[in-house]
């Protein structure tokens, strides 16, 4: 089956099941959704309802029972070698816990460094400028490349992880969570400095979140998970003020209301302040 071109992730009947106690969990049952080039796909549920499972499986940090992922036409379970590192390049991920997924013992620059050192032949030199550059990109200055994580604050700590996950330039990232641990002013921060990525480099993104206000912003389609089914998928605007299912409407419902709270603005300019 030929796939568009500008399809950046297809997902099909992904299947993933783990054994508790002898008895099989099916974690994701027969997931299938695409995102196109340029696009963000959030996928919404409750703890435990399969979303990071299924991010995993397409990252292939866990390998699924059934089905398969193709990221930019390609079946990441069929290839070895350099052609499974070019395509590894070819993917992203930010983290939940910024300064957790740091490595508590290298710097900044280093930390943004390695996928650069890992998947590219730059020389020593390129590497450092193209370091720099991705510190600005992100709204860090130079002087944090020096730090060590626990040096930082949250949202540094973030952008540090963002330019990380787009240091080789991506086709797609995947956003696990990104701002839960934030607070809610970063929080802002930060999805402006990602929507303003995917609009000058043209990323897609996979969403995983259980904030429905953080989807609604982000994303362009959205899929809801329950107990590892996907029970709805649509225009985000669509699913997420009118949806058709049952429980996306009782996840709506649920939804608490705070007072003052709101979403960051589209053209909002996250670099005005590191946080």
């Known amino acids: 089956m030929s796939e568009p071109q500008t399809a950046a992730l297809v997902v099909e009947h992904i299947v993933k099941e783990y054994r508790v106690h002898r008895t099989a969990f099916r974690a994701v049952d027969d997931v299938s959704f695409r995102i196109a080039r340029g696009t963000t796909f ?39 070698g350099s052609a499974l590192r070019r395509l590894r ?32 032949r730059l020389s020593a030199a390129d590497v450092r400028r193209r370091v720099s550059a991705l510190l600005d990109e992100v709204g860090l200055a130079s002087s944090h490349g020096e730090r060590l994580p626990h040096q930082l604050s949250g949202g540094q700590a973030q952008r540090a992880g963002v330019a990380r996950a787009i240091a ?13 641990a934030l607070d809610v002013s970063v929080q802002a921060q930060v999805l402006n400095l990602l929507q303003r990525l995917k609009r000058e480099r043209g990323l897609s993104y996979l969403l995983i979140s259980h904030d429905l206000d953080v989807v609604r912003y982000m994303s362009d389609e959205a899929g809801v998970m329950r107990r ?34 709101r979403m960051p603005q589209p053209d909002g300019d996250e670099r005005s302040i590191l946080l």
């Open 89 to 120: 390049a070819e993917t992203g991920i930010v983290f939940q816990n910024p300064k957790a997924a740091l490595n508590p013992r290298m710097r900044i620059r280093d930390i943004v460094a390695e996928p650069l050192v890992t998947h590219t």
């Open 42 to 80: 959030g996928l919404v549920g409750e703890s435990g309802s399969g979303k990071s499972t299924i991010a995993r499986c397409v990252l292939r940090l866990i390998a699924p029972d059934a089905g398969r992922s193709l990221i930019a036409g390609t079946d990441p379970a069929l290839v070895r």
């Open 228 to 261: 590892g089914q996907l029970v709805e998928t649509g225009p985000a605007d669509v699913v997420l003020t009118a949806p058709s299912h049952e429980y996306t409407r009782q996840l709506l419902a649920a939804m608490p209301a705070v007072p003052g709270v």
């Open 168 to 180: 080789t330039a991506p086709q797609l990232v995947v956003l696990d969570e990104p701002t839960s």
